[in-house]
């Protein structure tokens, strides 16, 4: 019997006298976290030493904190009127202080990037596993309560933006006869999600309606796209095939790539100026076409660069949930809504019977052919065809994650669109074997021409990816489904793997090469390379003898680097001696890639933020000057001419501006430096 309540601490309670022992629960990763009942029970056991609460889960998020004074003072206001309500997590606020209690651990699969380096509790912690493993995983470190945050509408229940792993992880402890506590909670806020994700109550043990549930989404902003995003996105476009399938993540490269088709669509002369400019002429084997046929999502994030895709009409390509239909769609024998001879071609291909059996009524209804209760008299009554194809999405995704009023548009989607984004299980988004849902067949049918896109740290010469972790060992995120996306562009025959970099890093170590010569952690092996993009150029690897990868790689390399890994491959053998890299390749520099550019985001077709930013204009302008002094504080060629300017006076600054970062009362020599050095850079 479901047990519904409007109050968390008694679903704490109703928890505890049903697991008498250990509790290993399960979260999901991103938003889908009921932090509310998290936190109540992570206060519960903590109180309790001698129960025990393990949390198995990924991609905690909390509310950004600055990293100094200026940097809090900025960041105050922005995440009241971001984050508003949101609550942090218990757990992650312990991580990150005092350390978590001796009676509760966590173990993550998923880190946020870069978060919790140094951080012994959490590294320790941390399971390196595929994303489509995770259930696997769970289940053998003892997994017996599953808690979520769901949406509601009409007295359903929606798993909203996580039904990843919560689905299978259901029903494998089902099959397997093993006790799973399952606890819902309604968060108000979450979009209503249909198909697979859509519930009933009954489904779950406990189902929490307390306002706290209801709080704000964790919504990060859009990130600025930089010249290196940009035209890493512009060459990822042309390699992305009109009637394919499309795989991308979150942040600014994947910004980059969504808003690059869009100007491929829309702006087509100016992005083949673009194109020519970045390639050197050399646009052999690059798709620069419009878009005729639209393109299929299937990826396991859908995020907010999907949704632009599909509002300007370029994910329009529906993949049917049957083998039949799939096939006739491949064959341009479908329209875009049913028609009477629909029914036809069924039954010419044998899919039903005439007349309809029951059976035959019951598919041909799923699909919408047929309109609920309808029976059509003979082949050609198209009175009782449907309005709209049914199970037929244009767009798969196992989570999701975006700005504010990405969450919006899902919310104020209407019904057939709804309808055509699927949310659903990991297992189904990054593996190609069957399922009771689609076999492999139908799988390999739909993801036709698949350019399946993901963003990597380090690439040796030699092709070996490292994309989560350091060469000490220490994780930066995880490998996430990456694995699952190479594994699967080598199984499909006409997909191809993108991994995408900046081909330059800089922190407070200087300026280092993305392209090594060899790394220690290794994330995806040599032997599986396919295609790499740096903002420099697109380099075809798979195939290739080890020194033409080492070539074509040091082709993307920025040319600062490019002479001393030349060197280095010759060294090792693996380059002849008196290789030269081609002039054209040698003027690979940020400066460069500026001047191509510039005309194009001069005309506002490379903007920093595309789709949007929550930041007003004066905040940019903070921000930027922010980045600047942060930057040139880790190089100090940049801060000593910055101090020496600051030192022959002060630079007129808004008064909002400086009251924004507590610098309009300033006292004594740090403050009124930090003044200074602030007027300076704005």
């Known amino acids: 019997m479901t047990k519904k309540t409007q109050s968390i601490e008694a679903a704490v309670e109703a928890v505890l006298q049903a697991i008498p022992g250990d509790l290993v629960m399960a979260i999901p990763l991103g938003i ?49 009127r971001v984050f508003a309500d949101y609550p942090d997590l218990d757990y992650v606020k312990a991580l990150r202080g005092p350390g978590l209690p001796p009676n509760i651990a966590v173990h993550e699969f998923f880190m946020k990037t870069g ?66 506590m399952t606890v819902a909670a309604i968060n108000r806020q979450l979009p209503f999600m249909v198909g697979e994700a859509a519930l009933a109550p009954e489904r779950f043990d406990i189902v929490i309606d307390e306002p706290a549930c209801s709080h704000t989404l964790f919504a990060p902003p859009n990130a600025a796209i930089g010249w290196a995003d940009h035209a890493i996105g512009l060459h990822a476009s042309s390699l992305v095939v009109d009637g394919g399938t499309l795989q991308i993540g979150i942040g600014s490269l994947g910004d980059a790539i969504a808003n690059a088709l869009i100007v491929r669509d829309r702006h087509n002369e100016s992005y083949r100026r673009m194109l020519t400019g970045l390639a050197g002429g050399d646009l052999q084997g690059r798709e620069l076409e419009p878009f005729a046929q639209g393109l299929y999502g ?41 028609g009477a001879n629909v029914l036809r071609l069924l039954l010419e291909r044998g ?26 008299t003979t082949l ?29 548009r899902l919310r104020d989607l209407r019904e057939p669109l709804r309808e055509q984004i699927s949310m659903t299980r990991i297992s189904f988004v990054n593996e190609l074997w069957g399922d009771r849902f689609a076999d492999e067949s139908l799988k390999r049918a739909q993801r036709r021409q698949a350019r399946l896109m993901n963003t990597t740290m380090k690439m040796t010469l030699l092709g070996a990816a490292s994309s989560d972790g350091l060469a000490s060992g220490q994780m930066v995120s995880g490998v996430g489904g990456q694995y699952n996306f190479v594994a699967m562009a080598h199984a499909l025959p006409d997909a191809r793997l993108v991994l995408l970099m900046r081909a330059t ?16 952690n ?10 790499v993009i740096t903002e420099y150029g697109v380099a075809d690897l798979r195939g290739q003898t080890d020194a033409e990868v080492v070539k074509r790689l040091l082709n993307v390399t ?116 930090l003044r200074r050095l602030f007027s300076v850079n704005l």
Request: proline fraction near 6%.
């Open 115 to 180: 978060d919790y380096l140094g951080n012994d509790a959490a590294q320790q912690g941390f399971v390196c596993t595929n994303y489509s493993f995770v259930v696997r995983d769970m289940m053998a470190q003892g997994v017996n309560l599953i808690a979520q945050a769901v949406a509601e509408r009409d007295g359903l229940l929606s798993l909203s933006s996580n039904p990843d792993l919560t689905l299978d992880l259901i029903e494998r402890m089902g099959a397997a006869g093993r006790p799973l």
């Open 558 to 673: 920025d040319s600062r680097f490019q002479e001393s890994l030349r060197e280095q491959a010759v060294a090792h053998g693996k380059l002849e001696p008196d290789y030269r890299i081609p002039e054209r390749f040698r003027s690979n520099s940020p400066e460069m890639l500026r001047e191509q550019l510039r005309p194009w985001r001069n005309a506002g077709l490379l903007a920093d933020f595309p789709f949007g930013t929550d930041l007003d204009e004066d905040e940019l302008k903070i921000v930027r000057a922010l980045k600047k002094l942060k930057h040139a504080s880790a190089h100090p060629a940049e801060l000593l001419p910055m101090v020496f300017q600051s030192l022959t006076g002060e630079r007129p600054v808004p008064e909002a501006y400086l009251e924004r970062l507590g610098l309009d009362q300033a006292q004594g020599f740090k403050q009124l430096f």
């Open 505 to 520: 890093h800089d922190n407070a170590h200087g300026l280092t090469s993305s392209i090594v010569w060899d790394y220690a």
């Open 351 to 376: 899919r039903i019977a005439w007349p309809l059996r029951e059976d035959d009524i019951a598919y041909l209804e799923r699909f919408g052919v047929l309109r609920v209760g309808a029976r059509p």
């Open 380 to 408: 050609d009554d198209d009175s009782a065809i449907g309005e709209r194809w049914r199970e037929a999405p244009l767009m798969h995704g196992g989570f999701f994650l975006g700005p504010g009023d990405f969450y919006q």
């Open 522 to 531: 290794c994330t995806i092996p040599r032997h599986l390379r396919d295609l």
């Open 32 to 80: 889908g976290k009921p932090n509310a009942f998290v936190n109540a029970l992570y206060r519960r056991i903590a109180a309790e030493p001698s129960r025990r609460l393990a949390i198995f889960t990924a991609l905690s998020l909390e509310k950004p904190v600055g990293h100094s004074e200026l940097e809090e003072h900025f960041l105050a206001p922005l995440r009241e």
């Open 298 to 338: 299937c990826s396991e994030m859908f995020v907010n660069g999907f949704m632009r895709l599909i509002d300007a009409g370029i994910v329009r390509r529906r993949v049917f949930m049957d083998a039949t239909l799939q096939s006739l769609s491949d064959q341009g024998r479908l329209g875009p809504r049913p």
